[in-house]
Nanobody, 121 residues
């Protein structure tokens, strides 16, 4: 099995910063792209940021210039640095990985359990 465990969520005031981390563990053969998604109440889950295995990044327009995604391949970990946070960034943030298990030739989508980010004064 593969596990993705997020950390770093919490309550922050508008204009503040948070850093999310997501560590992948288990029977991992290889990790392709990793990313962060978020889902606010009543909304669909949306892509926030994505990073390829080679480090190419992409962002939702709503977070460009404020959020930065990075990864440490040696630690199987992806990060999301969130600056200049706004109330509309409030959501549950989910980590995603496109991962091939050691015992498989197939790539599969794996998700973390989610971490709450609340931006409020």
């Amino acid at each position: 099995q593969v596990q993705l465990v997020e950390s770093g969520g919490g309550l922050v005031q508008p204009g503040g910063s948070l850093r999310l981390s997501c560590a992948a563990s288990g029977s991992i053969g290889s990790i392709n792209a990793m990313g962060w998604y978020r889902q606010a109440p009543g909304n669909q889950r949306e892509l926030v940021a994505r990073i390829s295995s080679s480090g190419t990044t992409s962002y939702a327009d709503s977070v460009k210039g404020r959020f930065t995604i990075s990864r440490d391949n040696a630690k199987n970990t992806v990060y999301l640095q969130m600056n200049s946070l706004k109330p509309e960034d409030t959501a549950v943030y989910y980590c995603h990985g496109l991962i091939r298990r050691m015992t498989s030739l197939r790539w599969s989508d794996w998700w973390g359990q989610g971490t709450q980010v609340t931006v409020s004064s």
